[in-house]
């Protein structure tokens, strides 16, 4: 399962809006792929369909799919929005990683 924050909600709403997506149909696509100074990062965006090997979850009023090889690394991940003066962007607070980067975009298990 993957928990969307209340902040990173309104800011994926707001996104998917602009973008042409329909928030309350279409999905926030998760997944990890390898690179990042950590050795794995982190991949977010919007799709309009799944496919036969994805997980599908909804928290917080957010549709979310995961291919099944990510799902090992993001179970219990919640995702953040944080709109501070140290720059914005989205979060991933994962507790299956052992280190990450400075930036938060990268991790390692």
Do not use: H
């Not at 909600?9 to 792929?33: A, C």
């Not at 140290?86 to 979060?91: L, M, R």
Request: net charge negative; with cysteine.
């Amino acid at each position: 399962m993957i928990k969307v924050s209340d902040t990173a909600k309104n800011k994926v709403v707001e996104l998917m809006k602009d973008d042409g997506f329909k928030p309350d149909v279409d999905y926030v696509r998760v997944g990890v792929k390898s690179g990042g100074c950590s050795g794995l990062s982190y991949d977010l965006n919007f799709d309009n369909s799944q496919k036969d090997d994805d997980k599908v979850f909804e928290d917080n009023g957010i549709k979310i799919i995961v291919d099944k090889k990510s799902f090992l690394y993001l179970i219990g991940t919640t995702l953040e929005y944080s709109g501070g003066l140290n720059g914005s962007g989205f979060v991933f607070n994962n507790p299956n990683a052992n280190r990450t980067c400075g930036c938060g975009e990268s991790f390692s298990l």
